[in-house]
């Protein structure tokens, strides 16, 4: 249980400072919003700066004992819808680069990306074909691999700050 969790820190902060998180602060009413990707928060984070005067789009350090006094929240979403919404996300960020680069490097390889398939032709697919693409995905995926954050399990990103 400690590697994995240990493994979901290490691919949930790929893209930033070790133990940083992505967070939107407001300082006059002590209260800090921590962003989890998928789970409404470009509304919330919005919401955080219209209603609060937070300053969004920090990368913050919650480990300090500067954060104890502040009042933490955040949204989470029921996990399958979000687990397909985040796959989409993955889909159309990995096949917009599959179309400017032409190339699949990087990508995570349990992703359907088919040699034939394109963006056009991945926004023109019907429900059921969707489906089933998600479903190649969570077959082949073996639940450790999360090339991208829209995936990673919402429980790793608050249990490392809560």
């Known amino acids: 249980a400690l590697k994995f969790q240990q493994h979901l820190t290490s691919i949930m902060f790929h893209r930033r400072p070790k133990h940083q998180v992505f967070c939107a602060v407001s300082e006059r009413f002590k209260l800090l919003y921590l962003h989890i990707p998928k789970s409404a928060s470009s509304t919330s984070r919005q919401l955080m700066v219209e209603l609060f005067g937070a300053i969004d789009n920090q990368y913050l350090d919650l480990g300090g004992k500067e954060w104890l006094s502040y009042h933490k929240v955040s949204i989470?979403?029921?996990p399958t819808d979000r687990l397909f919404s985040g796959?989409?996300?993955m889909m159309k960020r990995a096949l917009f680069k599959k179309q400017k680069n032409n190339t699949r490097n990087g990508q995570?390889?349990?992703l359907p990306l088919e040699e034939d398939l394109t963006l056009t032709k991945y926004l023109?697919?019907?429900p059921a074909e969707l489906t089933r693409k998600f479903e190649q995905f969570i077959m082949s995926w073996d639940g450790l691999e999360v090339a991208d954050e829209h995936v990673a399990l919402q429980a790793a990103v608050l249990s490392q700050w809560w």
């Open 76 to 78: 989470v979403r029921e």
């Open 87 to 89: 796959f989409d996300e």
């Open 108 to 110: 995570p390889p349990s």
């Open 124 to 126: 023109s697919m019907q």
